[in-house]
């Protein structure tokens, strides 16, 4: 695969890329290991695919780490994967730091635990003036979760008079979102041939185009995310028009 790199038109890339990290533990499972095992594999796939699309110049990279759903795993999981996120987070932010990369999060992050929500916030901290590219990191995420804080939020909005029902459009709803603020993915890819969004930004991937691989993300590097890019480039984003408006 090589030269795939050389392929991509640069002036067209996405913008935001959103990626479901999908198929750890059938990885591990496949090697004779324990699911864990598949986990802490990936954290190599996470560290080439930010450094991949901050070289090619994405502005930001979603990646979905923990859904709500997920805590509906086995503790043991849950624990190995929170102190995973502790190790992870704590030994990268040197890395970002370097890459001028900003960190943020989606999610119901208060139900991390402390440790996480220490160590999160430290990194969002310290980045926080990175300008190359930003890393949102999608932890105890899931769309409705968001979707029905954001109802309610306004909801409060609206009694309270701070907000009218005429001022409610898409981009305003758009603002009452954990996403508030950054473009919507154009490009949302999935792993582990599962092909299914899992409750992830079901709002903002209104328009993005939808790559899956059977690749399991522990096994997902930099010519799998060209692959994608390419995949997108060659697609034509038709927004309800017909090919002959756009190509006009
Ligand atoms: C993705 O891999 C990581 C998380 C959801 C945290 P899985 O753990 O879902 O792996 P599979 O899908 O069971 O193989
Ligand atoms: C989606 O993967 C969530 C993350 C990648 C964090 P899952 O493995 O939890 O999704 P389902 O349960 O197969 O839909
Ligand atoms: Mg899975």
Known sequence: MAGLKEEINLDNLPKHIAVIMDGNGRWAKMKGKLRTFGHESGVKAVRETVETCAELGVSYLTLYAFSTENWNRPK??????MSLLVSTI???????MKNNIRLQTIGDTLTLPSKCQREL???IDATAGNTRMTL???LSYSSRWEITKAMKNMASDIQSGALKEE??????????LDTSGMPDPELLIRTSGEHRISNFLLWQISYAELFFTDVLWPDFRKEHL???????????????KTSEQISA
Do not use: D, M, P
Not at 226 to 240: C, D, K, M, N, T
């Open 76 to 81: 043991f999981e849950i624990n190995a994967l």
């Open 90 to 96: 704590a030994s990268e932010t040197k890395t970002l």
């Open 121 to 123: 916030k430290e990194a």
């Open 136 to 138: 949102v990191l999608a």
């Open 167 to 176: 001022e409610i459009t898409e981009s305003k709803i758009s603002q009452y």
């Open 226 to 240: 060209y692959e994608a890019i390419l995949s997108y480039q060659g697609r034509e984003r038709r927004f309800g």
